[in-house]
């Protein structure tokens, strides 16, 4: 069956790198996502990477997909209390926007 | 566009009470999903519709959890009767499959069955 694993919990300084991992099943998934959600608010799609990619950056985000081991990561460079959320990784089927199965989330807090 | 528009945003309901949860989806998408959100359960799919029509509805609770979608623009989910144990918060997200990637989540309905 389809499951997303991720650690429930991430502390980080303000200005250190976070490294949010997440481990997948669906080998066939197309994208990978990870959605970030703030307090009280609905999810949104902060990033994707392509299945035939390894790396991509987008401002402070890298996202790093080792497809072999079915590992996905997010690295938030020069972490901000901006940050703090909960960050989902998801993995889709043969579509990028059908039926995305979500991890858990992993729950970001900012130390001062 | 709006994005997806949930109402209300919180309900507080007496348990046995039916609760209904309402959804306008992206104009020009056309899946539409329903998901509940808890501590224990984290993230959940309910049911999802394609073109209207229900796909999957395998992640509803119980028989006391039905969804419809009467037309393109329009879903609600409903719970008769409601239990403490329904208490969540419940997302709708739409998406237009072979169009932008990933879904469009609304900002949610806060349930709290007393």
């Known amino acids: 069956g389809e499951d997303v694993e991720q650690s429930l919990f991430l502390s980080v300084r303000e200005g250190d790198s976070s490294v949010i991992n997440c481990t997948y099943t669906?080998?066939?998934?197309?994208?990978l996502y990870w959605y970030k959600q703030e307090p009280g608010a609905g999810l949104q799609l902060l990033t994707y990477?392509?299945?035939?990619?390894d790396m991509k950056q987008d401002q402070r985000l890298t996202v790093l997909l080792n497809k072999k081991d079915k590992h996905l990561s997010l690295r938030i460079a020069d972490t901000q209390t901006g940050d703090s959320a909960i960050y989902f990784c998801?993995?889709?089927?043969?579509?990028?926007?059908?039926?995305?199965?979500f991890g858990t989330g992993t729950r970001l807090t900012i130390i001062p | 566009d709006a994005g997806v528009i949930q109402s209300p945003r919180h309900e507080v309901t007496e348990m046995g009470q039916e609760v209904t949860l309402r959804c306008k989806p992206i104009?020009?998408?056309?899946?539409l999903f329903w998901y509940r959100q808890t501590m224990m359960r984290g993230l959940e799919l309910l049911i999802y519709?394609?073109?209207?029509?229900?796909?999957?509805d395998s992640g509803m609770p119980e028989d006391r959890f039905s969804a419809k979608m009467p037309n393109a623009s329009f879903s609600t989910l409903k719970i008769q009767p409601s239990e403490p144990r329904d208490s969540a918060v419940y997302f709708c997200?739409?998406?237009?499959?072979?169009?932008?990637?990933?879904?469009?989540f609304g900002s949610g309905t806060r349930l709290t069955v007393v």
């Open positions: 104009s020009g998408h056309n899946s």
């Open positions: 997200a739409s998406s237009l499959l072979g169009g932008d990637l990933g879904y469009t």
């Open positions: 990477i392509f299945s035939n990619m």
């Open positions: 519709f394609n073109n209207n029509v229900p796909i999957d």
């Open positions: 998801v993995e889709t089927g043969d579509f990028g926007n059908e039926k995305l199965t």
């Open positions: 669906d080998s066939s998934s197309t994208y």
